[in-house]
């Protein structure tokens, strides 16, 4: 959990420093290897915990989409466990990230139907489940991130728990800071 706090601290100075006053972050050589360094975590730990900011942090989105974007991501991470979403439309999410026609009005209720009421109701999550989508077009099917929704519906809470460690997969877990 130490080194996960100190990995937080480390993305917030820099994405802190790569802030231009129009708020959006620059593309520099020290942003790629901050992500490419983040991606080199993957072969050492099953699950890598990044800190995406404040929640609705629009700074925050514009960086995880740079980090997915990476042209090595979806070498090092074959599973993206975010807390933006609900478990019970799962589902949904396996289609559309795999470029699936979902209907709009069912595709928002995965992040809009979660236990915290109202909080995600952002387009910063919506982009990041389209930049998601966008990626997977561009790969084989057995190269294609999955997202896993980690909000769970309360009777499902301990199943979601389990459903990780039975993989065995890789994962790369997105929080606000205050849960890391």
């Not at 050589?29 to 995406?52: C, E, G, M, R």
């Not at 989508?133 to 057995?142: A, H, S, T, Y």
């Amino acid at each position: 959990m130490k080194n996960i706090t100190y990995l937080s601290l480390i993305i917030a100075i820099i994405i802190g420093s790569c802030v231009q006053k129009t708020g959006t972050i620059k593309t520099t050589n020290v942003y790629h290897q901050t992500n490419i360094a983040i991606l080199q975590k993957f072969s050492q730990y099953p699950i890598v915990a990044v800190d995406d900011g404040q929640h609705q942090s629009v700074l925050g989105n514009q960086w995880l989409k740079t980090l997915i974007g990476e042209k090595e991501f979806p070498e090092a991470v074959k599973n993206i466990v975010v807390e933006f979403g609900t478990s019970k439309y799962q589902w949904v999410m396996d289609d559309f990230v795999n470029g699936k026609d979902v209907p709009d009005s069912l595709f928002k209720k995965c992040w809009r139907e979660t236990t915290v009421q109202l909080l995600w109701d952002n387009p910063v999550y919506e982009q990041f489940f389209r930049e998601v989508r966008k990626i997977n077009l561009g790969l084989p099917k057995e190269k294609r991130i999955r997202v896993l929704l980690g909000d769970p519906p309360f009777d499902e809470e301990r199943k979601w728990k389990s459903r990780i460690l039975i993989y065995r997969n890789l994962a790369f877990l997105i929080a606000e800071n205050l849960h890391c």
